[in-house]
């Protein structure tokens, strides 16, 4: 597959993926693996001052293969998700963000205010940001504009398993964009990941779909293979799968 | 003097640093970040920022997360 650059990094594999949920550390690092992904996102949070042994974690990660994209999940104010991102970068030694600024407990829709000043904030400190955001092209025209290094629309709400709501959406911001869109959140099957590269994303970013399936190494193969396979292009009216010349009778 | 530590009320001498309670609390620092009342503390600088009373410490780690 054809490379494509974020910030100042380049990579091949389109399908990101997410490192929560999972049952054991040795599950989500057979699926990160089996997932061929070259990002991978984190999450920061407080440690547990009398069990400090999360180390398990981090075995076993290649951190030469992928690059950490930590997270402000959880935050619903621009102060939160600033120093959210900042620890971020300082446990994790990654200047990449994913920036969540939520603004409703139910749905985790983007607090588009809120995400537009954090995601200032953030550039001007010199990170690669990657804002988390409504499939409004509008919001995602202005992130672009402040410097944002990619944007991510969600396609349904955050481990909903919904799938691509409004591919019109989704195809005028990626036919406005000349920066990378990745598709993110709610993607549920290897079929709606084929439907988000076929709408032209830059990649698809999954993290419940993968972590939640019966077998996740096996849905983590099967949602690479999405990514990588594609989809024809919808149209109106048929094509004829058998041959057109030598029909009887003609 | 008392400070907040993730959230809990902590104890510690006056004049103590952040390395001194990193160690007090046994903690690996590799793959910490540590804030003081929202500001971030560089890992180099964890030897000389001293905490005062009341200070609010974040320590935290990556975890799994989407």
């Known amino acids: 597959m054809s490379s494509y650059e974020i910030g100042d990094r380049s990579f091949t594999s389109r399908l990101w993926v997410g490192s929560g949920k999972y049952s054991d550390f040795h599950v989500m690092h057979e699926a990160i693996e089996a997932s061929g992904a070259e990002i991978v996102t984190v999450a920061i949070r407080r440690t547990d001052l009398n069990d400090d042994t999360k180390d398990g974690f981090w075995a076993n990660f290649d951190r030469e293969k992928c690059t950490i994209l930590p997270n402000t999940a959880g935050c619903f104010d621009v102060k939160s998700a600033v120093t959210t991102a900042r620890l971020g970068r300082e446990a994790t030694g990654s200047d990449f963000v994913k920036v969540e600024v939520i603004g409703d407990e139910k749905t985790l829709f983007p607090d588009n205010e809120g995400l537009l000043e954090a995601c200032r904030v953030l550039l001007d400190d010199g990170f690669t940001v990657l804002p988390y955001c409504i499939d409004d092209p509008v919001v995602c025209k202005k992130l672009e504009d402040l410097g944002c290094h990619a944007v991510m629309p969600l396609a349904a709400p955050i481990g909903s398993g919904m799938g691509i709501r409004n591919p019109y959406n989704l195809k005028i911001i990626m036919e406005q964009s000349s920066i990378p869109v990745v598709v993110d959140a709610g993607v549920g099957t290897a079929s709606d990941a084929a439907v988000a590269m076929e709408l032209g994303s830059t990649a698809v970013l999954m993290q419940t779909a993968i972590a939640g399936a019966g077998d996740p190494v096996k849905m983590a193969r099967a949602m690479r293979l999405g990514v990588e396979a594609g989809r024809i292009p919808m149209k109106l009216y048929a094509t004829a799968s058998s041959p057109l010349e030598g029909v009887i009778g003609s | ?66």
């Open chain 2, 1 to 66: 003097m008392k400070i907040q530590v993730n959230g809990e009320a902590r104890e510690v001498e006056s004049g103590a640093t952040v390395a001194d309670l990193l160690d007090s609390l046994g903690l690996e620092v590799n793959g910490l970040a540590v804030a003081v009342n929202m500001d971030i503390v560089r890992r180099g600088d964890y030897a000389a920022v001293k905490f005062s009373e009341g200070d609010e410490i974040e320590i935290v780690r990556a975890v799994g997360g989407g």
